[in-house]
Nanobody, 123 residues
């Protein structure tokens, strides 16, 4: 069983930056594909980025967000720059032990989820 705990959400002005962190339990973190998803009120959960077998980004965040990981700390990060009014959502960290060279971008591909952290952007 893997437990994921997100942190770093909050309120930021449009154009600003936030860095989300996701701390994972488990001894084989480096073998996991890790992903970030987000869900705004009334909308479906959507893919943001993944890292592991491959690093991928959603088109809406490419060039603004950067996913990275520190395997020594069992932590994955999401650096969010140039935040826009359409970025507010609950951001979720996800993990799967199946590395995939193509990169997982569907929520159904992930086995473990964190509780989410709220990101709010003021205009």
């Amino acid at each position: 069983q893997v437990q994921l705990v997100e942190s770093g959400g909050g309120l930021v002005q449009a154009g600003g930056s936030l860095r989300l962190s996701c701390a994972a339990s488990g001894r084989t973190f480096s073998n996991y594909d890790m992903g970030w998803f987000r869900q705004a009120p009334g909308k479906e959960r959507e893919f943001v980025a993944t890292i592991g077998g491959r690093t991928l980004y959603a088109a809406s965040v490419k060039g603004r967000f950067t996913i990275s990981r520190d395997n020594a700390k069992n932590t994955v990060y999401l650096q969010m720059n140039s935040l826009k009014p359409e970025d507010p959502a609950v951001y979720y960290c996800a993990a799967t032990p199946r590395l995939y060279s193509g990169g997982y971008s569907s929520a159904g591909d992930y086995d473990y989820w964190g509780q989410g952290t709220q990101v709010t952007v003021s205009s």
